[in-house]
């Protein structure tokens, strides 16, 4: 028995499932195991109703980069704008002391690159000598930008109360639900490897236990930080399929060698008793023969 394996805390949802759905339909279709099937079952409900909790919150967060997103884009027109209306006030003048002031250093095209962060923070301190310009269009631009930053904010705020939230979840309900499944697995296949000890010893197979756990797999990666995780996470599992596979390839040698050492077993004893019948016979013959010589 090699038992089940660990599973990880961020497996995905979908994938414990299936571990779990796996143990708990097993479990029923024996007599013997079906009352180990009832946590299972209590389990998966309680998975799902997590399961929807994640989903909100992955919802959440992916609204509040969409919100992030947007906001860059109205950002990014209020560069082009600023520019414009700056060149505009000053006769297109590139060496004017706002123009230098609020691109010095740095293109448009240059500036517009990041989602929001650096680009934010820059365009916030231009608030200020834009309204004090004393030239309307360019006070009309500092309206725009001061509500297109506020906007931002707001995105940014979301976005970050979102992964805490998620964080939150992940280290508080999703760990829990998680320790629980491995304990809960753990805990079954000790009390199905006790039936087998107890009662059921010759009448199932020698990997009775091991059927009734499996290992799967699988997510999704929207952005290229959660690529980059998921991809840790898949080599990871590939890591524990690579084991489970080598476990397995062990375990069936182990199955093989027993088998042939069982049948290897079975062939001496075969042997040993035809010879002890031949030697039986032998010693029958000899006995005879000495009786039909003593007439």
Sequence with gaps: MTGPHTIAIDEPFED????????????????????????????????RKRKVEEDALLDAI????????????VLNVLVDETKKA???????????????????????????????????ETMRAWVGPLGAANVPAL?????KLSVAIVKADDAVTKTSLAEQAMDTFVAGPRTELINGVNALRKLTAGQIGELVHASLEGKVPRDFVDRFFLSSGGSRTPTLPELSQSITRLEAKLARQKAL???????????????????????????????????????????????????
């Design 86 to 120: 700056v060149l505009a006030a000053y006769n297109q003048d590139f060496q004017a002391p706002l123009y230098r002031q609020l691109f010095e250093g740095q293109s448009p095209s240059d500036l517009k690159r990041p989602i929001l962060g650096a680009q934010l």
């Design 139 to 143: 006070g009309a631009t500092a309206l």
């Design 245 to 295: 596979l080598e476990s397995m390839k062990e375990k069936e040698a182990k199955l093989r060698k027993a088998k042939q050492e069982s049948e290897l077993a079975e062939k001496q004893a075969k042997l040993a008793a035809a010879e002890k019948r031949a030697a039986e016979a032998a010693q029958e013959i000899a006995r005879i023969k000495a009786e039909m010589g003593s007439t």
């Design 62 to 73: 992916a609204f509040a980069k969409a919100l992030m997103v947007a906001a860059d884009d």
């Design 16 to 47: 414990v499932d299936e571990e779990l759905r796996h143990t708990e339909l097993t479990a029923k279709a024996y007599p013997e195991t079906a009352p180990l099937a009832e946590p299972f079952t209590v389990l998966r409900a309680e998975l």
